[in-house]
């Protein structure tokens, strides 16, 4: 069983950074995939980024260029900076977890084991 936190989401204006973070619990966290989704007002839970186990990442072409995912193992923790942030960034932002994960399943929500709560971002224009 893996628990996630998120922390970090608040106002922010147009053009500013933010970075959010995600706490685990458990043992093995080294071992999962780790993925950050976000869900805007009225439109579907959208994949934003992931990063394997072996540090491998992936972004979706909406925020490659401007997000960075990364991990420490040690803390238990992933990231997620945002830089260059615009009002369509704007959405509650969601960690999940995966035991296992392909290129072709990573942008599906139900790949995933375990999900925060979410943190809600907000980008003024």
């Known amino acids: 069983q893996v628990q996630l936190v998120e922390s970090g989401g608040t106002l922010v204006q147009a053009g500013g950074s933010l970075r959010l973070s995600c706490a685990a619990s458990?043992?093995?966290?080294?071992?999962?995939?780790m993925g950050w989704f976000r869900q805007a007002p009225g439109k579907e839970r959208e994949f934003v980024t992931l990063?394997?186990?072996?540090?491998?990442?992936y972004y979706a072409d909406s925020v490659k260029g401007r997000f960075t995912i990364s991990r420490d193992n040690a803390k238990n923790t992933v990231y997620l900076q945002m830089n260059s942030l615009k009002p369509e960034d704007t959405a509650v932002y969601y960690c999940?977890?995966?035991?296992?994960?392909?290129?072709?399943?990573?942008?599906?929500?139900?790949?995933?084991?375990?999900w925060g709560q979410g943190t809600q971002v907000t980008v003024s224009s």
């Open positions: 458990g043992r093995t966290f080294s071992s999962y995939q």
């Open positions: 990063i394997s186990w072996s540090d491998n990442t």
């Open positions: 999940a977890a995966a035991n296992s994960i392909t290129i072709a399943t990573m942008r599906q929500g139900t790949t995933y084991d375990y």
